[in-house]
């Protein structure tokens, strides 16, 4: 954790680290994905001295966890499609909507 984290911000690393591990994650990995998540949670609040765009406009961690994690979801997001489409150059991708991405890259 970041030095001069809240006690609260401790609980909620050591909480997303457990499930992390339950979920069968490595301890480098559970660890790797608490300190961002609470990192990104404190940019939010603005107890961070720097925060990134995404940081702050995106939609917070706890509202959109496991959104996608389900089985029968919608399959992978319009900008990953989109970015899929940039590495295969798929020209007119800018102008796609999320189904012509997925049919043009054989979804």
């Not at 401790?10 to 680290?17: A, L």
């Not at 608490?34 to 990134?52: D, L, M, Q």
């Not at 966890?65 to 970015?83: A, C, D, M």
């Not at 590495?87 to 796609?96: A, H, P, V």
Request: glycine share 12%; aromatic share 2%.
């Amino acid at each position: 954790m970041p030095s001069g984290s809240s006690a609260k911000r401790e609980r909620q690393y050591e909480h997303i680290k457990d499930s992390a591990k339950e979920r069968g994650e490595s301890n480098k990995r559970a660890k790797e994905i608490a300190a961002r998540t609470v990192n990104k949670e404190r940019a939010r609040s603005g107890e961070s001295r720097t925060a990134s765009r995404s940081s702050t406009k995106d939609m917070s961690s706890a509202k959109r966890g496991g959104q996608r994690s389900h089985s029968g979801s919608g399959g992978p997001t319009k900008e990953q499609l989109y970015n899929e489409a940039r590495q295969r150059n798929i020209k007119g991708r800018s102008g796609m909507t999320k189904g012509q991405l997925s049919r043009a890259l054989g979804h």
